[in-house]
């Protein structure tokens, strides 16, 4: 991030200090349990969990950094060779467990890398991290924001995790001799799945390894490894799939549910949409319904597209951990940074957060929102990420092999005989 001398979820060598946002993988490439640059800065519960995504590391390399206080570092100037001091505070993201943004002082000037972050308005965490931020930079002006520009596109509109939430428990309701199947990542949302678990007053099966975890967060009571225990399963998101929904009906009658940001791969419904009618009709208005090839869509008021059956067996619901782009034009409006440049910059969904939102703080926009070679014509990221999501489901699940089996049997995808104890 300032090269000789910080990096952010960076791990490559030829930096004194290095700060890690929080622990989703994307944000580790590099780092392994032999790792030995320097020192590691995160925060409490990120150094709580590393252990466990990391066995073996060196802990020894670990700095706490709580947040909402400054911490001072003494390095030596990659320029002038002399010492040098960095000041920097953690400000809660609203990501995952664990995971911070980065404001930081020094010789550079003052910087701020939000990391993967949630922004909503109404949340009272948000309310809270933007007290922080506001304090923090009193009348300090950002140089750089490195922003998650994950959702960096005005396609990109999705409701506060609070409705999602909801819009999850009730899809479940509607359809109470069902199984359900969620897809969820090895970290995070786990509000969303304690909301249901209290919810619908039952325990939701997770993973062995994801139940260590809900240990470690302190959630001790809302989750279990016994199928026998419960029809609600938080499966690993890579296991869910279209096949995978169809191999578990041809057993018992199962619906499957992914809450995310992102467009998932649409695919026209056979009939049957009584199955839908009770959640349009109990909650939301039905704005759209099969004009589009088949595609089901629900509306809640204000919010567009916020659930989706894509599939008979599969519904999307935009619960997403990342700020969506109404939330980053308000952040970026509260921050107006000189200059900024976006995180995501591996992603096909590629766009210079300049593109949209320089005109907010004076900064001269890019004339195109994308590198050449990706750019199409209208909604060019929003078609990359829907062809990239269906070749991840193509790929998955048609044909199991027997180790593949056993692992999606011992994490839930299928119904497990042999139950673990938790
Ligand atoms: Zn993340």
């Known amino acids: ?13 030829g930096s004194q200090a290095y700060f890690l946002t929080h622990l989703h993988a994307d944000h580790t490439q590099g780092l392994t349990s032999t790792w030995n640059h320097g020192p590691i800065f995160c925060s409490r519960l990120t150094a709580k969990l590393f252990p466990f995504k990391f066995p073996n590391f060196r802990l020894s390399v670990l700095r706490i950094l709580d947040v909402d206080c400054w911490h001072t570092l003494s390095l030596t100037s990659p320029s002038s060779g002399s010492e040098t001091t960095v ?57 750089v924001l490195y922003l998650d520009n994950t959702y960096c596109n005005p396609s990109y509109e999705f409701p ?18 069902h199984d359900i199947v969620i897809g969820v990542d090895t970290l995070g949302k786990e509000d969303l799945l304690l909301h249901i678990s209290k919810a ?15 240990h470690l967060l302190g959630f ?10 419960t029809r609600v399963r938080a499966v690993p998101r890579y296991s869910f799939s279209i096949p995978t929904l169809e191999g578990l009906n041809a057993m018992r009658p199962t619906i499957g549910i992914i809450p995310s940001g992102l467009p998932w791969v649409r695919k026209p419904l056979e009939g049957d949409d009584k199955l839908f009618g009770s959640l349009l009709t109990s909650r939301y208005k039905r704005s759209k319904m099969g004009s589009n090839g088949g595609e089901e869509i629900s509306k809640m008021d204000g919010n567009l597209g916020s659930v989706k059956r894509f599939h008979k067996y599969i519904y999307s619901v935009q619960y997403s951990n990342h700020s969506c782009y109404p939330e980053l034009e ?27 939102f320089g005109r907010l703080c004076g900064i001269n926009q890019p004339s195109q929102m994308l590198p050449q070679h990706e750019k199409k014509e209208g909604r ?6 829907e062809k990239k999501r269906k070749r991840v489901f193509g790929s998955l699940g048609v044909h199991l092999s027997r180790l593949r089996v056993w692992r999606r049997a011992r994490r839930g995808i299928k119904l497990a005989e042999n139950e673990s104890s938790d």
């Open 330 to 356: 308000e952040f970026i409006k509260l921050v107006q940074p000189t200059n900024m440049k976006g995180i995501v910059s591996r992603s096909p969904c590629y766009v210079d957060p300049c593109y949209y």
């Open 1 to 13: 991030m300032w090269k000789g001398l910080i990096s952010v979820d960076r791990w490559a060598a």
């Open 380 to 385: 060019s990221c929003y078609t990359e990420l």
């Open 200 to 214: 619908l007053n039952t325990k939701i099966w997770v993973w062995p390894e994801r139940l260590q975890t809900m």
């Open 87 to 143: 000041q920097v505070m953690a400000i809660d993201a609203n990501h995952c467990p664990g995971g911070v943004m980065f404001l930081f002082r020094g010789e550079f000037g003052c910087l701020l890398n939000t990391g993967d972050f949630r922004w909503e308005k109404n949340c009272e965490r948000s309310k809270l991290a933007r007290k922080m931020l506001v304090d923090a930079l009193k009348d300090d002006v950002v140089d």
């Open 220 to 229: 001790h009571d809302n989750f279990t490894t016994k199928t026998s225990l």
């Open 160 to 177: 506060s995790r609070e409705v999602a939430t909801q819009q999850v428990v009730d899809i479940i309701n509607s359809y109470p001799e």
